[in-house]
């Protein structure tokens, strides 16, 4: 059974930095694309950032780039996602995700039905 698990969230300023972590397990993780997205209140999910199985690939939406970095490590099988000069627009829920199958070693997966797992999320809140 496949199990994403982030941690990390929390509150900070605007302006400040925060990482999130993914745990996964059930995965053979050194294959697998992973991916970040968000949620916030009232708004659909939208791709944050994804990485390939060696992370020799990354690829990031617009308005986070420059300010995250999408890390992972096979090691531990944890990915995460590094945000730095936070916005209160910054301010939702985290979703890791996985797709169900092993893809393309340089493949990166930029959309929510792309993928078959799903973290439980974590929360970031940007205060002004």
């Known amino acids: 059974q496949v199990q994403l698990v982030e941690s990390g969230g929390g509150l900070v300023p605007t302006g400040g930095s925060l990482r999130v972590s993914c745990a996964a397990s059930g995965l053979p993780f050194t294959n697998f694309v992973m991916g970040w997205f968000r949620q916030a209140p009232g708004k659909e999910r939208e791709f944050v950032a994804s990485?390939?199985?060696?992370?020799?690939?990354?690829y990031y939406a617009d308005s986070v780039k420059g300010r995250f970095t999408i890390s992972r490590d096979n090691a531990k099988n944890t990915v995460y996602l590094q945000m730095n000069s936070l916005k209160p627009e910054d301010t939702a829920v985290y979703y890791c995700a996985a797709p169900s199958r092993i893809t393309n070693p340089t493949m990166l997966l930029t959309r929510s039905y792309e993928y078959e797992h799903w973290g439980q999320g974590t929360q970031v809140t940007v205060s002004s």
């Open positions: 990485i390939n199985w060696n992370g020799g690939r990354t």
